[in-house]
């Protein structure tokens, strides 16, 4: 936004309206170094925000998929990706927890989000070998990135470093 663009440069979270931010970022690459992505991966994004982490995980991926529960985020983003032709993401405005199971399965998930726990959506959505970093904890409590590989259904995590990020939206909040 015109208001935070004088700080664009700086490692830190900025406001994009909306009571959201973007990730600071160090944290985004440090999400996107975790998905190990090769260039031929359908990512899924959960929580859009300005559509910069689209934009970066659009470099480093064949095609992104990212859900935003603000509608005026999600509107707002879809035409700043357009603007930059980052023409292999896809934005979709909805409640990221249950994912986008149109497009699914997925090789690699990143979720921008901290939540208590993994959404199940997600972890159904993500194909079997597949990665998923997100941010997780409780709300004014320790947050950890978690890195997790699907094997057999489930998902196999660790943690990789700590972590502050906002907490996700919800319908009807």
């Known amino acids: 936004p015109a208001a935070a663009r004088d700080r664009a440069y700086e490692d830190a979270a900025l406001d994009i309206g909306h009571?959201?931010?973007?990730?600071q970022p160090y944290v985004l690459s440090l999400m996107a170094e975790?998905?190990?992505?090769?260039?031929?991966?359908?990512?899924?994004?959960?929580?859009?925000?300005?559509?910069?982490?689209?934009?970066?995980?659009?470099t480093l991926a064949h095609d992104v998929y990212s859900v935003e529960i603000v509608p005026g985020l999600a509107v707002a983003a879809r035409l700043a990706l357009a603007r930059?032709?980052?023409?292999?993401?896809?934005?979709?405005?909805?409640?990221?927890?249950?994912?986008?199971?149109?497009?699914?399965?997925?090789?690699?998930?990143?979720?921008?989000?901290?939540?208590?726990?993994?959404?199940?959506?997600?972890?159904?959505?993500?194909?079997?070998?597949?990665?998923?970093?997100m941010p997780a904890g409780d709300r004014g409590g320790r947050q950890v990135l978690l890195r997790g590989v699907k094997r057999g259904g489930k998902l196999h995590g660790r943690e990789v470093a700590e972590v502050k990020l906002v907490p996700p939206l919800t319908v009807g909040r």
Do not use: F
């Not at 009571?19 to 990730?23: A, L, M, N, P, V």
């Not at 975790?34 to 659009?58: F, N, P, W």
């Not at 409640?95 to 901290?114: E, F, K, N, Q, S």
């Open 34 to 58: 975790q998905l190990g992505l090769t260039g031929k991966e359908r990512v899924l994004e959960i929580g859009t925000g300005s559509g910069y982490d689209a934009a970066v995980l659009a």
């Open 84 to 133: 930059e032709a980052c023409l292999n993401v896809h934005v979709k405005q909805g409640d990221g927890t249950l994912g986008w199971r149109d497009y699914g399965p997925y090789d690699a998930i990143m979720v921008t989000a901290a939540a208590p726990a993994v959404p199940r959506a997600l972890v159904d959505q993500l194909k079997d070998g597949g990665v998923l970093v």
């Open 19 to 23: 009571g959201q931010t973007t990730s």
